[in-house]
């Protein structure tokens, strides 16, 4: 796995604050909903950068969501070119972040393990 440079993070940190700050007030697109940036992570050389994204929408609509945004990608690096001052933006690419998803089912496993290992634990509260 590649080191991420301070500068690779600083540039993430900042496009993570910009882009969020165009979902909200200047893509105007009701297919989005409620889009929230998790997370950007730009690689080392500064050429491109994955913006981790997720949303209060069905499983459905995600693959929809997804495409919308990434057909507004060249829109919104072109706003970010007049934001932030780099010499070269970095192409953007978003991709759906499962980290909830994925937490909230161990979170589910653990509690159902636990349940099962102790059965009368929830009687004692």
């Known amino acids: 796995m590649a080191k991420v440079s301070a500068r690779s993070r ?4 900042q496009m993570h604050r910009e882009l969020a700050e165009l979902l909200q007030f200047h893509l105007k697109d ?3 909903g409620m889009v929230t940036i998790t997370a950007v992570e730009v690689n080392s050389e500064l050429e491109y950068a994955t913006v981790y994204v997720t949303a209060l929408a069905a499983a459905d609509k995600r ?10 990608a060249g829109f919104l690096r ?3 070119a007049r934001r932030i001052r ?12 499962q980290s909830l998803e994925h937490g909230n089912y161990i979170s589910a496993l653990i509690a159902d393990a636990v349940a099962r290992e102790n059965p009368d634990a929830g009687e004692e509260e």
Request: charged fraction near 25%; charge should be neutral.
């Open 63 to 72: 693959s929809e969501m997804l495409s919308v945004l990434n057909g507004a």
């Open 30 to 32: 009701p297919r989005l």
């Open 78 to 80: 072109k706003e970010l």
């Open 10 to 13: 600083q540039i993430g940190d």
């Open 86 to 97: 780099l010499r070269v933006v970095p192409q953007l690419k978003f991709v759906y972040d």
